[in-house]
Nanobody, 124 residues
Framework: QVRLVESGGGLVQPGGSLELSCAASGNILSINTMAWYRQAPGKSRRLVAAVDSGGNTNYVDSVKGRFTISTDNAKNTGYLQMNSLKPEDTAVYYC??????????????????WGQGTQVTVSS
């Protein structure tokens, strides 16, 4: 069974920093893409940043230069370093992974998983 467990959210003042983590558990063979989404109250879930297995990254314009997405393949963990946080960054942040894993003798390729979400609040 594969799970994504997020951590690192919280309350921070404008201009502050937080680092979110997303740990994938299970017999993970490869993480093809890891991404972070966020959902603000009353709004739809939107992509914030993504990284593929080749290290190619993609960011929404509003976070470019402030957020950095990365992965540690040895730990099957993804990170979102968030600097210079603004009140408009307030949202529930979700990690998403497209990954391959093995369960018993079966191989599952390119399966899509979501974390449970972690609240980030930027307020003075």
């Amino acid at each position: 069974q594969v799970r994504l467990v997020e951590s690192g959210g919280g309350l921070v003042q404008p201009g502050g920093s937080l680092e979110l983590s997303c740990a994938a558990s299970g017999n993970i063979l490869s993480i093809n893409t890891m991404a972070w989404y966020r959902q603000a109250p009353g709004k739809s879930r939107r992509l914030v940043a993504a990284v593929d297995s080749g290290g190619n990254t993609n960011y929404v314009d509003s976070v470019k230069g402030r957020f950095t997405i990365s992965t540690d393949n040895a730990k099957n963990t993804g990170y979102l370093q968030m600097n210079s946080l603004k009140p408009e960054d307030t949202a529930v942040y979700y990690c998403n992974a497209i990954l391959s894993y093995q369960n018993d003798s079966r191989y599952y390729a390119n399966q899509n998983y979501w974390g449970q979400g972690t609240q980030v609040t930027v307020s003075s």
